[in-house]
């Protein structure tokens, strides 16, 4: 019961055409009203009867802008922060656990394991009292820190999946080639685990990105406050307008960025995600 | 220390080992294993369990941040209070019915787009991987607002173009009922973290032994039999990996509801309460409670699922 070729290439192009659409739809539906000017808003279409810049505009150069760029790099230079402190410890404590005999490895991937499933939100009580009796409410460090819990314990299973398939033995062969210890591990292992770091980085900083109890729980101002919390306080151009269009073009404004990363390094964060978290 | 000692001991059962036991080197190596291993381990105490003995702490006191100077122990007063709340139930009924739909819809699909992908020609299997890792890209609230408008009574479209279907007409408030906005809260959530499951799912189709499912079909298996029998039995570790975890992902769901209701009409849930109740209305000592439920909750459900499915989290997750 096998179907033709031309058959076959049919119902795949069907299929895959369903499946991209699928995806990309909310997308381009964002993107369509981004584009769209207040008096089009409530016109009841997909696409805007007149494509116009001027949400980019609003909050480009226009009145929302020290809101959007304030809170756009507030959410680079955190997300950044603690994407690098977390790539760096996982990567220290990935190496030990892969390479090392030590008690307490079991120990280590249990609370990474322990951490990932915590309810942010059982912490965000307690921080936000914290970090006002100390000063960090409303700082960049108040919310690297916090950020730590989502970015670590997924960087080190990902790293410590990723080491473990690292053969190894290069390391002693390049020895008995006449290496010294440094040079064996520089030129035998960090070329083969630089990809792996490389890919718990980006999906690190996904995750800090995609951040949204921190980010409204812990900021009050635009000194901290991360692009998707202030997505949601965005106000629009005047009190009685709603701000559809400039919350639309600033949330198109902070996932390209992020998409272009996606179809950059998909062979990469595929990998990455599925080892982490099925093979090991 | 006590570590050598025990390496001593332990050394006899382990014939295998070639290592001398206690050797300097094995002794140095443990020392750099804690070196390095130690501080991630110390900052992810430090900024979980920390907090949440905290707010342990914090949940035995009656306490308002606008009025400090009241600040009195309660005990277990505010767990009474809000356990005896007709509201802390709806609200955990809301968020285990959102779990619970979301989970078994995401499961269907991504087990279909898993096998669509496994099967699909090689020319397509690039880029229907790459389209499905955008929605994983996507910042959860910009995906949350993206659904929001295109439902809205103003300014979506949805309503003009299903106009035809019964039920649905350009005056459809989609968010001022309960069950409609937490159908377009359900569909948000399953868009964006489907291809996650299916990922996870593709990764444990790729396990299967190709032997098992080729004999099969020689044999005379049908689809759904090869399927039923061969391929689902032998990737069970990854279906229950990623239950387990969509469940738990769930379970916290914030963004989405916060973005198109904020918890009005009978859609709030759990995590909106602990928000509404701590960082809201500054309540303190009762909102820690709440965040304390919800982790028992939370542990509550990786109990039953390691019980009753005998998930081994350390093996399905790369542990030794």
Do not use: H
Request: proline share 5%; hydrophobic share 55%.
């Amino acid at each position: 019961m096998k179907s033709s070729p031309a058959k076959r290439r049919t119902i795949w192009t069907i299929i895959s055409i369903v499946v991209v659409l699928y995806a990309l739809f909310p997308v381009a539906s964002i993107l369509a009203t981004s584009f769209k000017l207040p008096s089009d808003l409530t016109s009841g279409t997909f696409l805007p009867t007149n494509w116009s810049w001027s949400n980019y505009e609003q909050i480009l150069v226009g009145d929302a802008q020290g809101l959007f760029l304030s809170s756009l790099r507030n959410s680079i230079g955190i997300c950044l922060i603690a994407t690098f402190i977390a790539v760096v410890l996982a990567t220290l404590c990935a190496y030990a656990i892969a390479r090392l005999d030590f008690p307490g490895k079991k120990l280590v991937l249990t609370t990474a394991l322990g951490v990932s499933i915590f309810p942010v939100i059982s912490i965000v009580t307690p921080l936000f009292n914290l970090w006002r009796n100390i000063g960090l409410y409303d700082t960049w460090p108040g919310l690297i820190i916090p950020y730590l819990s989502l970015t670590l314990p997924i960087s080190i299973w990902t790293l410590a999946a990723f080491f473990r398939q690292i053969p190894w033995e290069l390391e002693q062969a390049a020895q008995v080639d006449g290496a010294t210890t440094w040079q064996a591990f520089r030129k035998a292992i960090v070329p083969l685990a630089a990809p792996g770091v490389f890919t718990t980085a980006i999906i690190a900083f996904f995750i800090a990105w995609n951040d949204f109890v921190y980010g409204i729980s812990l900021t009050s101002t635009e000194a901290a406050r991360p692009v998707p919390a202030a997505l949601a306080f965005f106000t629009g151009a005047s009190q009685f307008e709603e701000p559809t269009g400039a919350i639309s073009a600033a949330a198109i404004i902070v996932t390209i960025p992020v998409v272009v990363l996606v179809l950059a390094f998909q062979r990469q964060i595929v990998s990455g995600l599925t080892q982490g978290a099925v093979k090991g | 220390m006590s570590t050598s000692v025990e390496a001593v001991r332990d050394a006899p059962a382990k014939p295998a080992a070639t290592r001398q036991p206690l050797s300097d080197r094995a002794k140095a190596e443990r020392r750099l294993g804690f070196w390095l291993a130690g501080p991630a381990f110390i900052i992810m105490l430090a900024v979980t369990a920390y907090p949440i003995l905290l707010a342990l702490w914090e949940s035995l006191f009656k306490y308002r941040l606008t009025a400090p100077a009241d600040r009195e122990f309660v005990g277990l007063g505010n767990y009474a209070t809000i356990l005896s709340d007709g509201l802390f139930w709806r609200d955990l009924g809301v968020t285990v019915l959102i779990t619970i739909i979301t989970v078994v819809i995401e499961l269907i699909l991504g087990f279909a787009l898993a096998l669509v992908m496994n099967s699909a020609l090689k020319a397509v299997r690039g880029w229907l991987r790459t389209a499905i890792l955008v929605p994983y890209g996507i910042i959860t609230v910009v995906s949350a607002f993206a659904w929001f408008y295109a439902f809205d009574i103003n300014s979506g479209y949805i309503n003009s173009w299903f106009a035809w279907v019964p039920g649905i007409d350009s005056d459809l408030n989609w968010f001022a009922d309960t069950w409609t906005a937490l159908s377009v809260i359900m569909a948000s959530e399953i868009w964006k973290t489907t291809p996650f499951i299916s990922l996870l799912l593709l990764a444990g189709l790729a396990q299967v032994p190709g032997e098992l499912t080729e004999a099969a079909e020689v044999d005379g298996a049908t689809w759904w039999q090869r399927m039923s029998k061969v391929i689902i039995p032998n990737m069970k570790a990854a279906i229950m990996v990623a239950v387990l975890f969509r469940a738990l992902d769930a379970f916290r769901i914030f963004d989405n509801v916060y973005i198109m209701t904020n918890g009005a009409y009978g859609t709030e849930v759990l995590s909106l309460l602990a928000y509404r109740t701590s960082i809201t209305r500054l309540e303190i000592g009762m909102g820690s409670a709440v965040s304390v439920l919800l982790f028992i909750c939370v542990i509550i459900i990786c109990f039953i699922a390691i019980k009753l499915f005998k998930v081994d989290l350390s093996g399905a997750r790369g542990g030794k």
